[in-house]
T-cell receptor, first 113, second 113 residues
Framework: AQTVTQSQPEMSVQEAETVTLSCTYDTSESDYYLFWYKQPPSRQMILVIRQEAYKQQNATENRFSVNFQKAAKSFSLKISDSQLGDAAMYFCAYRNNNNDMRFGAGTRLTVKP | DAGVIQSPRHEVTEMGQEVTLRCKPISGHNSLFWYRQTMMRGLELLIYFNNNVPIDDSGMPEDRFSAKMPNASFSTLKIQPSEPRDSAVYFC???????????FGNGTRLTVT
């Protein structure tokens, strides 16, 4: 089974600064999809950004961008100009064409004013 | 689009009782997933359905857990008998196709005393 590893249980960032959350995954497949989800204290799971493995260009969504390194099986999330509302748990997720979707253990992000 | 609807939002029950969690996926989505979230184990995939058919239930912890999807608009996750270690937040999610992100419900927080 595919595994997703988030090696940083907790991270903190100063408001307006930039932070990068790490994610690695293990797979033998060449076609798959990667996602970052945000879970605030309300416990909603909110999609932040997605990346198709066949695309070389890194995805961006406003202040959020990814660094996708397919050979290294790495998929990090960069948050620029951090805001207080970015404080949450962030989950990296992997999905294959068989529909299976797996999540990492999560990284708790704290934003300091 | 009402999103994925889960009920109840909170459930408190005594050990040994039967618990039924309910989920209504987004109309038109052909995949449905049940996850369990705990502090210790993070987000665990319990089971998922494609076109109402269970595809992978290897994450279902024990025979006490069962899931059904009698039609495209409804699914249940049942625990019988419930135990204190089943206490967790249970999420239902749906997706229109394999390369799409999952849309999550707001979860059911289950407490078994």
């Amino acid at each position: 089974a595919q595994t997703v590893t988030q090696s940083q249980p907790e991270m903190s960032v100063q408001e307006a600064e930039t932070v990068t959350l790490s994610c690695t995954y293990d797979t033998s497949e060449s076609d798959y999809y990667l996602f970052w989800y945000k879970q605030p204290p309300s416990r909603q799971m909110i999609l932040v950004i997605r990346q198709e493995a066949y695309k070389q260009q890194n995805a961006t969504e406003n202040r959020f961008s990814v660094n996708f390194q397919k050979a290294a099986k790495s998929f990090s999330l960069k948050i620029s100009d951090s805001q207080l509302g970015d404080a949450a748990m962030y989950f990296c997720a992997y999905r294959n064409n068989n529909n299976d979707m797996r999540f990492g253990a999560g990284t708790r992000l704290t934003v300091k004013p | 689009d009402a999103g994925v609807i889960q009920s109840p939002r909170h459930e408190v029950t005594e050990m040994g009782q039967e618990v039924t969690l309910r989920c209504k996926p987004i109309s038109g989505h052909n995949s449905l997933f049940w996850y369990r979230q705990t502090m210790m184990r993070g987000l665990e995939l319990l089971i998922y359905f494609n076109n109402n058919v269970p595809i992978d239930d290897s994450g279902m912890p024990e025979d006490r857990f069962s899931a059904k999807m009698p039609n495209a608009s409804f699914s249940t996750l049942k625990i019988q008998p419930s135990e204190p270690r089943d206490s967790a937040v249970y999420f239902c999610a749906s997706s229109p196709r394999a390369n799409s992100p999952l849309h999550f419900g707001n979860g059911t927080r289950l407490t078994v005393t």
